[in-house]
């Protein structure tokens, strides 16, 4: 029996693991959209450069400081030398760059799609009919707005290789997803780049709306945090003689998620203020991010060993479990690292791979160390007829268990999210995502300090050297199971194959 559910185990890690590197990787946004020397990419007879995207909110009419605008911040287009010497001196308009603001909902009508043309630019042919001018982004006006797609053309003049955009506000009206692009259609451009920078602002500071909600569900989960520490610290005291070295573990967990949560909270709160994320509250946030989800693994794996109660010590096996946190410290927090302070959707799909893969594999250490020895714990309880301790771990696993089906079902929901919404139009519920798997960790962690509570008579569940324990050692399997690689302690997907009774 224990055989063919060994031989199962392999099939489920890869599909968990698959999962874990379909959902990981997120890149991270910036209201401040900085170009340096930016190329241009051809699509159909137009080059155009992605200037950047985000959820705006509509200005308040109200209020002349709750604005919502896109500000251009000496952009500078360069062409080629080459380009450049194609035109006299005093020739004016001798190249043109259009800079596209489009909302999602709008999208159709940039192009010539609605003349039953593919072309993005206007054509000879096409300009004959009047629907549109040679040279320029065909744009059919929204009837409800005209003035919008907007679109802010900047001319060449001359032999001049350089030309800037006129520093210039755009307000948002109406609240949507947004786009920038810097377009031409002018084949003599090839080879232009953009330099400069666009301020995106919301009514309320610059923090973009896909991640406005975040700022406040950090600071509830601040309060949540300082709540269960506070009534674990309030049992602790009262019972202090009484506490195990495991009630250690579980404070340090507890004490590292208030951290975490509330250097979140300033982190996005001074973002908001300045349209930058700050170097060092990040970098504390992320190292805060990268302990907290190597302590709370290492203390799900030593509970699901019997740390405490078949066994007092780790004994041999010590030395694995503190070199499998270092490594997962580590390639955690490089990972972090890499999605806070820059923007992963810049990077190829091969370096994401190569960024996720190594958390990826580690959590499927993880995930079979700690189901592996949570089987093994439980049959020795059986096996010794400790009542009040099998009662406990039934518990911890019943719980852990429907973590598990609300977790598969959430990544199920979360695959489908994601594959019907490639364009973030959904924008305004997409904090949901991520603040699940923090919500989820917070309450397994509350369980385990309800299940494991300082108490006057620790005993039920601590160990004692009648009952035969022993400190065997374990075998570290590394065929592979993934967790959310944005759960935080134990958003760990485990599979009911993996339980034995």
Not at 164 to 170: F, G, H, L, Y
């Amino acid at each position: 029996m224990r055989q063919s559910r060994r031989a199962a185990r392999p099939g489920l890690a890869v599909l968990a693991l698959a999962l874990a590197l379909a959902l990981a990787a997120r890149g991270a946004d910036a209201s401040i959209h900085d170009y340096s020397g930016g190329g241009f990419s051809p699509r159909a007879n137009s080059f155009f450069f992605h200037g950047g995207s985000e959820g705006l909110y509509a200005s308040d009419p109200s209020s002349n400081s709750s604005t919502s605008s896109i500000r251009f911040d000496i952009v500078t287009f360069r062409r080629t030398q080459e380009s450049a010497a194609k035109h006299e001196d005093m020739q004016q308009k001798t190249g043109l760059v259009e800079a596209i603001i489009v909302e999602i909902q709008d999208r159709d009508k940039i192009g010539g799609s609605y003349l039953h043309s593919d072309a993005i630019c206007c054509t000879p042919e096409l300009d004959k009919e009047k629907s549109c001018k040679v040279g320029e982004v065909i744009i059919r006006p929204n009837p409800d707005n005209p003035d919008w797609p907007k679109r802010i053309q900047t001319f060449f003049d001359g032999k001049h290789e350089e030309t800037s955009m006129a520093t210039q506000s755009v307000s948002i009206n109406k609240t949507g997803m947004y786009y920038l692009y810097f377009m031409f259609c002018d084949p003599q451009l090839q080879g232009l780049k953009i330099a400069g920078r666009t301020v995106w602002r919301n009514p309320h500071g610059y923090i973009p709306g896909k991640m406005a909600p975040m700022m406040t569900f950090f600071g509830f989960m601040s309060l949540a945090y300082l709540v269960l520490g506070l009534l674990w610290f309030l049992q602790f005291v009262r019972y202090w003689k009484d506490i195990l070295q495991l009630h250690y573990h579980i404070t340090a967990v507890i004490a590292l998620g208030m951290c975490e949560m509330a250097f979140w909270y300033f982190e996005y709160a001074n973002f908001n203020s300045t349209g930058t994320r700050p170097m060092g509250i990040t970098m504390w946030a992320v190292t805060f991010t990268a302990v907290k989800k190597t302590v709370s693994r290492l203390l799900l794996l030593v509970v699901s060993m019997g740390y405490g109660v078949v066994r007092p010590t780790l004994g041999g096996i010590t030395y694995k479990v503190a070199a499998l946190g270092i490594v997962y410290f580590i390639a955690s927090e490089a990972l972090e690292l890499v999605e806070n302070l820059g923007n992963i959707n810049d990077f190829s799909g091969k370096t994401r791979l190569f960024l996720v893969l190594p958390v990826a594999i580690l959590d499927a250490t993880f995930i079979i160390w700690i189901f592996s020895s949570l089987s093994r714990t439980l049959e020795k309880l059986q096996l010794r007829r400790s009542m009040a301790k099998l009662e406990l771990y039934r518990k911890f696993t019943n719980y852990l268990a429907m973590s598990v089906l609300i977790s598969i079902a959430w990544i199920g929901y979360e695959l489908y999210f994601n594959a019907t919404d490639p364009l973030s139009e959904l924008w305004q519920r997409a904090w949901v995502i991520p603040s699940f798997w923090n919500v989820l960790s917070y309450v397994l962690l509350a369980i385990i300090c309800a299940l494991w509570s300082p108490s006057r008579n620790p005993t039920g569940f601590a160990y004692s050297e009648d009952t035969g324990d022993e400190a065997d050692e374990e075998g570290l399997s590394l065929v592979g199971s993934a967790v959310k690689g944005t759960g935080d302690m134990v958003n760990m997907h485990v599979f009911p194959e993996d339980k034995r009774a």
